[in-house]
């Protein structure tokens, strides 16, 4: 399962050079080293995969549209990428830890994330995000790459505990032209740590296509540091599914890191802050829309007589309640009065602190002033 060595010239070519288990039209393929990852897959697991990534994309909808009409500061779309989320998520042992990016929505609610914990931190409330003790899972991670370090830190402190345990760190295709991912790696290997690396590949970081961020498949570069990667087809939920099983299996049985490359494609924009008309040829959208990872799942068990309209119906009906759910959390959430972030920073009364808050009142009161 090494990756491809040979330079990539195009998305078409990019696609070739993938390991997975069903293709585009939904057939199923068979491959050598990923079947017996999946070997007890079922069509009641297969279902509750489309069900994930149907909730998935409604979620998404919804955050884009929350942010549209005034409620969220901020969204990061991951329309496209359902299957390279869910697909891994649900592969992760309940004790394992994961240190997300930004933009892994179906990650934490494959962790468990209740409504409100989607909306939270893009509106700003009190909390920050969610629980990480109860998700298992830190706060998403604005900095690029940065959790890739933050991963091994904790990789390296489960080693020394010797828990069950396995970290693994989720970034795009940008973050690996940081330093910090680059670095985690070495440390990762120099210390043979239970880490789990994945890179979903979406080809674009903002406006910069994966091209010019890298001429060979990024999945090449792990090898170099001394560890074992693989390649698959992000938009393959059955492959990712294998693939992080894989990983993870190498991790916890004290082989050390392992790095996954999901090649997807981010069908929206990079965040609700960005037109990618301006630099995305819409030919190559529409390229990727006959790739999609939930019907390619439906075609794959339809075939088979294992989803009906029934079940596909079901499903959607799961996911425009969670829907519900999000959007009746996001706007009853009462905001907390704006001095009140001085709250809690000193067990005693602080000088230098009571300064700034003054200043920063009377900086409120001038838009009162205005007004």
Same mark, same amino acid.
């Given at each position: 399962?090494?990756?491809?060595?040979?330079?990539?010239?195009?998305?078409?070519?990019?696609?070739?050079?993938?390991?997975?288990?069903?293709?585009?039209?939904?057939?199923?393929?068979?491959?050598?080293?990923?079947?017996?990852?999946?070997?007890?897959?079922?069509?009641?697991?297969?279902?509750?995969?489309?069900?994930?990534?149907?909730?998935?994309?409604?979620?998404?909808?919804?955050?884009?549209?929350?942010?549209?009409?005034?409620?969220?500061?901020?969204?990061?779309?991951?329309?496209?990428?359902?299957?390279?989320?869910?697909?891994?998520?649900?592969?992760?042992?309940?004790?394992?830890?994961?240190?997300?990016?930004?933009?892994?929505?179906?990650?934490?609610?494959?962790?468990?994330?209740?409504?409100?914990?989607?909306?939270?931190?893009?509106?700003?409330?009190?909390?920050?995000?969610?629980?990480?003790?109860?998700?298992?899972?830190?706060?998403?991670?604005?900095?690029?790459?940065?959790?890739?370090?933050?991963?091994?830190?904790?990789?390296?402190?489960?080693?020394?505990?010797?828990?069950?345990?396995?970290?693994?760190?989720?970034?795009?295709?940008?973050?690996?032209?940081?330093?910090?991912?680059?670095?985690?790696?070495?440390?990762?290997?120099?210390?043979?740590?239970?880490?789990?690396?994945?890179?979903?590949?979406?080809?674009?970081?903002?406006?910069?296509?994966?091209?010019?961020?890298?001429?060979?498949?990024?999945?090449?570069?792990?090898?170099?540091?001394?560890?074992?990667?693989?390649?698959?087809?992000?938009?393959?939920?059955?492959?990712?599914? *294998? %693939?992080?099983?894989?990983?993870? #299996?190498? &991790?916890?049985?004290?082989?050390?890191? @392992?790095? +996954?490359?999901? =090649? $997807?494609?981010?069908?929206?924009?990079?965040?609700?802050?960005?037109?990618?008309?301006?630099?995305?040829?819409?030919?190559?959208?529409?390229?990727?829309?006959?790739?999609?990872?939930?019907?390619?799942?439906?075609?794959?068990?339809?075939?088979?007589?294992?989803?009906?309209?029934?079940?596909? *119906? %079901?499903?959607?009906?799961?996911? #425009?309640? &969670?829907?519900?759910?999000?959007?009746? @959390?996001? +706007?009853?959430? =009462? $905001?907390?009065?704006?001095?009140?972030?001085?709250?809690?920073?000193?067990?005693?009364?602080?000088?230098?602190?009571?300064?700034?808050?003054?200043?920063?009142?009377?900086?409120?009161?001038?838009?009162?002033?205005?007004?």
């Amino acid at each position: 399962m090494s990756p491809q060595t040979t330079p990539i010239t195009d998305t078409a070519q990019d696609l070739e050079l993938v390991e997975r288990l069903m293709a585009p039209d939904g057939t199923r393929l068979t491959h050598p080293d990923l079947d017996r990852f999946v070997a007890d897959v079922d069509a009641v697991q297969l279902r509750a995969l489309h069900r994930d990534m149907v909730v998935l994309r409604r979620i998404d909808a919804e955050g884009f549209a929350l942010q549209r009409q005034g409620q969220l500061g901020l969204w990061a779309p991951c329309q496209g990428q359902e299957a390279a989320q869910i697909g891994t998520a649900r592969a992760l042992a309940p004790q394992d830890f994961v240190f997300p990016s930004y933009r892994e929505t179906g990650v934490i609610m494959a962790r468990g994330a209740e409504p409100a914990d989607f909306v939270r931190t893009w509106r700003g409330e009190e909390g920050a995000a969610y629980d990480p003790d109860r998700l298992r899972c830190a706060p998403m991670q604005i900095i690029i790459g940065a959790q890739s370090l933050h991963a091994v830190g904790y990789a390296m402190g489960i080693q020394r505990e010797q828990t069950d345990e396995v970290a693994v760190s989720y970034f795009g295709d940008g973050a690996t032209s940081q330093g910090d991912v680059n670095e985690a790696m070495i440390f990762a290997s120099s210390y043979g740590v239970p880490a789990v690396f994945v890179c979903q590949n979406n080809h674009w970081a903002i406006s910069e296509p994966v091209s010019v961020q890298s001429r060979y498949p990024i999945a090449g570069r792990a090898p170099a540091f001394g560890i074992p990667s693989l390649r698959v087809d992000g938009n393959d939920v059955l492959a990712c599914l *294998a %693939a992080m099983r894989w990983a993870l #299996d190498h &991790a916890r049985s004290g082989k050390g890191p @392992a790095f +996954i490359e999901a =090649v $997807t494609y981010r069908m929206g924009p990079h965040t609700t802050a960005d037109d990618p008309t301006r630099y995305r040829d819409p030919a190559e959208l529409e390229a990727w829309r006959t790739r999609d990872p939930i019907a390619r799942l439906e075609a794959f068990l339809t075939a088979r007589g294992e989803l009906d309209d029934a079940q596909i *119906a %079901a499903a959607q009906a799961d996911a #425009d309640t &969670a829907a519900r759910e999000m959007r009746a @959390a996001c +706007i009853g959430m =009462v $905001t907390r009065e704006p001095l009140a972030v001085f709250d809690g920073v000193y067990a005693e009364p602080h000088t230098g602190l009571a300064r700034e808050r003054d200043a920063y009142a009377a900086y409120l009161r001038s838009f009162e002033q205005e007004a």
